[in-house]
């Protein structure tokens, strides 16, 4: 009764509408009344605390950097060095695309950010060099959702405060899966480009390698201080994200000259925004998590899922498909601190690795960028490439399908992940 009751207010909620961060709110309100609970005071103190984290210092920092990155002369030095190695192969340009979409995912960790720059550099671009429309755009789109896996990540950070995972260990363990995903996405590309005949470009001299290798060195470094720094206990992951920041700050004003005052008040301004929607929705979750424990709704869900206990694979499998379910109706970070709570005392009951359901989550609630009505990621890839959006859904769905493949492997094989993740642990 109090999982169906909390369940049917958020659905309806926003269903007719809502914000999920108010949608939560109202879910926690109705709880608290049914269990008696209820206060102003406990709601707002609940409000605030939930966003009292000191991890959660990393968020305003990391999207500073982002942006910065992607004004700053950072992101096009990335996609020169890219096309300077693989440019002159056959879907050279999709080759570009992948290897930056993986370089540029260890600099923002914002799949929006890096969708968007792929697509205004890339894009027009590969229609001009004759390459198909669909795949084209759901390749760029593809490319954009490895960034929430490779470290520095939003939403890595926000699971590890939902599911009080190390956040550390989620970074580095992020950095196997993102690389599969590159890949996978590589051998699709390559399957696609067997029937088409487009231009490529001519091939870089050893001259121009290397010019476009030292122009893009200062970016290049970014994610090896970032991975180094974590490695190596220099610094925390909060403290990485001043680093990134201050480093990509510092870069694009005093090494690249492509960051004025005007654009970086812009900047801030953006960050500003997006950080105070990200609070409040990470408070709001906050609420209706601790609600969701005194309700006991995580022994409900149990008592539900308890046969899979025993069968690892099989509960992560059934868990892995809820979430997929849930990520193609509602956005990637609503979903993590809606469902985290809820499945996280079920899976350290099952024995299953914290760090490796935190990072299959956010795998699969990436995939969800993609997918409509809500794909975040191809609607941006869509309004910034002008592209129909009934062609991107046709040229995405490849991509989407080797990503659900590469997720039933992980569910089938933990080790693919949780090996690799131990190695970068040391």
Not at 247 to 254: D, E, F, N
Not at 353 to 375: A, E, K, R
Request: some cysteine; proline content about 6%.
């Amino acid at each position: 009764m109090t999982l169906a009751l909390f369940l049917g207010v958020l659905i309806v909620s926003i269903l007719l509408g809502l914000p999920v961060a108010f949608a939560l709110l109202l879910s926690a309100m109705a709880l608290m009344l049914h269990l008696g609970l209820f206060s102003a005071d406990i709601l707002t103190q609940s409000l605030i605390n939930g966003v009292d984290s000191f991890p959660l210092l990393a968020v305003p920092f990391f999207l500073v950097a982002g942006e910065v990155m992607a004004h700053g002369g950072l992101s096009k030095r990335i996609v020169r060095l890219a096309s300077s190695l693989v440019g002159h192969r056959k879907g050279g340009l999709g080759y570009v695309a992948i290897i930056t979409s993986v370089l540029l995912a260890g600099l923002s960790g914002s799949a929006v950010a890096d969708a968007a720059a792929l697509v205004s550099i890339l894009y027009p671009m590969m229609r001009k060099s004759g390459y198909p429309e669909g795949p084209s755009i759901g390749l760029l789109a593809a490319g954009g959702i490895i960034a929430p896996v490779i470290p520095p990540s939003l939403p890595l950070i926000i699971i590890g405060v939902a599911g009080n995972i190390s956040i550390a260990k989620l970074f580095l363990g992020g950095i196997a899966p993102g690389l599969m995903m590159g890949a996978a996405l590589m051998i699709v590309w390559s399957l696609i480009m067997r029937k088409e005949t487009v231009e490529t470009n001519p091939k870089a001299t050893g001259a121009e390698r290397l010019a476009a290798l030292k122009d893009g060195t200062w970016a290049l470094l970014l994610p090896l201080i970032i991975i180094g720094g974590i490695r190596f206990g220099i610094f925390t992951p909060t403290e990485a994200a001043v680093v990134a920041a201050v480093y990509a700050i510092v870069i694009s004003t005093l090494i690249y000259r492509e960051m004025d005052v005007k654009r970086f008040y812009e900047i801030l301004v953006r960050a500003a925004r997006a950080t105070a929607m990200v609070m409040f929705l990470v408070g709001a979750a906050m609420v209706a998590a601790w609600l969701i424990t005194v309700a006991q709704l995580p022994q409900q869900l149990a008592q539900i899922l308890g046969p899979l206990v025993d069968h690892p694979r099989m509960l992560m499998a059934v868990i892995m498909l809820i979430v997929l379910l849930v990520g193609m109706v509602m956005d990637l970070s609503p979903t993590i601190l809606i469902l985290v709570p809820l499945f996280m005392p079920i899976v350290k009951q099952a024995g299953i690795d914290p760090v490796y359901f935190g990072l299959m989550f956010v795998i699969n609630t990436s995939i969800g960028l993609l997918t409509p009505p809500v794909g975040t990621v191809l609607n941006v890839v869509c309004g910034v490439g002008r592209a129909r959006m009934s062609t991107a859904v046709r040229g995405v769905l490849p991509f989407i399908s080797v990503y659900v493949l590469l997720l039933i492997l992980f569910v089938i094989f933990p080790d693919l992940i949780i090996v690799p993740m131990k190695f970068f642990a040391g």
